[in-house]
């Protein structure tokens, strides 16, 4: 039986990496595998547990087959690694940090993944993301300009859409991710 696909996306700054890195044990162990993206990023830049590769590197491995989904976005081009085909097919729930402008590309080579957008409150997007202090001053405009065209835009308010808040503490957003994929915490051995 095939997994789910879960797609997790929301503003830069909402906290994707956050949850995802917060939850991956409670997801490994309610047999959810969390992929790692092939991103163009410099390798110096905080971020992620990315792979990070040249633009030459990304299309040539795009070009073999390598991605699954593959997109660009914020100057960077990202790849979903082809794996997550076997993991599906093998019965594993997947995660994937993925791409609100990619979405219905998405739902066309996987038309049940789960869309799951994370929001935070506008305030604190800003904050976040210079506090963060990966991108520039101007990068960060930038992602808040992306950002505010996908507030504009209805398109990504379909129903089918899972939202999950991460105004709060992180703790809370993981529980009410895992409460949605009707996984719950290991629980405590100690
Ligand atoms: N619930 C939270 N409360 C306070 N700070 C948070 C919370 N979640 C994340 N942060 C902080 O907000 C910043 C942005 O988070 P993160 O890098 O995880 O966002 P992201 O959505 O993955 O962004 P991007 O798409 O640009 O990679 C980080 O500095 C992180 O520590
Ligand atoms: O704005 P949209 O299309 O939702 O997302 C664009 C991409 O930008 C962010 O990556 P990062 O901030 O470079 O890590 C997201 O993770 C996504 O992959």
Not at 153 to 180: C, E, H, M, P, Y
Request: glycine content about 8%; overall charge neutral; charged content about 30%.
């Amino acid at each position: 039986m095939d997994g789910r696909l879960i797609y997790l996306m929301g503003p830069s700054g909402s906290g994707k990496d956050s949850l995802i890195e917060a939850a991956r044990e409670p997801l490994r162990a309610g047999n959810c595998e969390v992929v790692r993206r092939v991103i163009t990023r410099s390798a110096e830049s905080v971020g992620e547990d990315a792979i990070e590769v040249s633009r030459e590197e990304f299309d040539r491995r795009r070009a073999k087959g390598d991605f699954a989904l593959s997109w660009q976005a914020n100057g960077l081009s990202y790849g979903i690694p082809a794996r997550i085909d076997q993991w599906l097919a093998d019965g594993r729930d997947v995660l994937i940090n993925g791409s609100r402008a990619h979405l219905a590309e998405a739902q066309q080579r996987y038309p049940t993944l789960l869309p799951v957008l994370l929001t935070v409150k506008d305030e604190a997007l800003r904050e976040r993301l210079l506090r963060r202090g990966r991108e520039s001053p101007a990068e960060i405009e930038a992602r808040l300009h992306r950002n505010a065209l996908f507030t504009a835009d209805d398109s990504i308010g379909d129903t089918q859409i899972r939202r999950l808040d991460n105004s709060g503490d992180l703790a809370g957003t993981v529980a009410n991710l895992l409460k949605l994929l009707n996984l719950s915490a290991k629980p405590d051995q100690t």
